[in-house]
C-alpha cells in the first residue's frame, strides 16, 4: 500500500497533465483543420475532468496494479470525437490530427527535461521533484510510442490510414473495431515490446540532443 501511495503520488501530475494535453491537443488540431466537433464537447480543454474516463483512466489502472503486483499497467483516455468527414481534406488532415497527441506527449517529455535540468541547477535536494520531473520523461515517452504503433484506433493507425493509398486505407480502416483487442494481446505477449523500446529510445535520444546546448551552456 506504502508503495502504491508513493506512486500515485509520483505520477499523478505527470500522468494528468500527459493525458490532458494529448487529447486537448487532438481537439485543437482538428479545429485548426475544420471540424469543431471536439471543441463544441468541451473537449478542446485543459481540463482534466473533461478528459478522464473513470474506467479506463482509473478502475483498469488500480485493478492491473494489484493483479499484477505494478508489471503492468494500461489505461485509457475518453476519446476525443473527430468527424473526420467535416476536415477541409479529411485524409490528409486526419494524419495531422492523430499526429498532435503524440507530439504533444513529446514536448511534454522536452519540459519535464528542462524541470530535471533546472532541479540540478538549482539544488534542489528533495527526491520527490526530481522523481515526479523523472516520471513525468517516462509517462510522455511511452504515450509517445504507444500511441504511434500504427494499429487504428490508435494514432499511428490513423497516421498509416492517411498515408496509404485508398484502396489499401479503406480495407486497413477496417480493423478499427478489433483494433483495442489487437493491441491488448500485443502488449499481453510482450509483442509491443519490440515496437515501444526502440521509439522511445529514438525519442528520448532526440530530446537529449535538443537540450544538449542547454547542457553545455550550464557547464
Known amino acids: ?19 490532458t494535453l ?11 483543420f475544420g471540424d469543431s466537433t471536439a471543441y463544441m464537447m468541451g473537449r478542446m480543454s485543459l481540463n482534466p475532468i473533461k478528459h478522464i474516463d473513470p474506467f479506463g483512466t482509473i478502475l483498469i489502472p488500480i485493478l492491473l496494479y494489484f493483479s499484477t503486483g505494478g508489471a503492468f499497467l494500461f489505461g485509457y483516455a ?39 535540468i533546472a532541479l540540478a ?11 515526479m520531473a523523472r ?9 509517445f510510442a504507444f ?17 496509404l493509398p485508398n484502396k489499401y486505407a479503406y480495407k486497413f480502416a477496417q480493423i478499427e473495431p478489433y483494433g483495442f483487442f489487437i493491441v491488448m494481446a500485443l502488449v499481453l505477449l510482450k509483442v509491443l515490446y519490440f515496437w515501444m523500446t526502440p521509439v522511445m529510445t529514438i525519442a528520448q535520444t532526440a530530446l537529449q540532443w535538443i537540450v544538449s546546448p542547454l547542457l553545455l551552456l550550464l557547464r
Not at 22 to 32: G, L, N, P, R, S
Not at 135 to 143: P, S
Not at 147 to 163: A, E, H, M, Y
Request: net charge neutral.
Open 1 to 19: 500500500m506504502n508503495d502504491l501511495i508513493q506512486t500515485v503520488a509520483v505520477y499523478a501530475l505527470p500522468v494528468l497533465f500527459a493525458i
Open 121 to 131: 541547477v538549482f539544488r534542489v535536494e528533495e527526491d520527490f521533484f526530481a522523481l
Open 22 to 32: 494529448h487529447e486537448a491537443a487532438h481537439a485543437y488540431a482538428a479545429k485548426y
Open 147 to 163: 500511441n504511434l504503433f500504427p494499429i487504428p484506433p490508435l494514432d499511428g493507425g490513423r497516421i498509416l490510414t492517411s498515408l
Open 135 to 143: 516520471a513525468g520523461i517516462l509517462t510522455n515517452l511511452v504515450m
Open 78 to 116: 475518453k476519446p476525443v470525437p473527430i468527424n473526420f468527414g467535416q476536415l477541409r481534406k479529411p485524409k490528409r488532415d486526419m494524419a495531422w490530427v492523430a499526429l498532435a497527441g503524440p507530439a504533444a506527449n513529446f514536448v511534454m517529455a522536452l519540459m519535464w527535461m528542462l524541470v530535471l
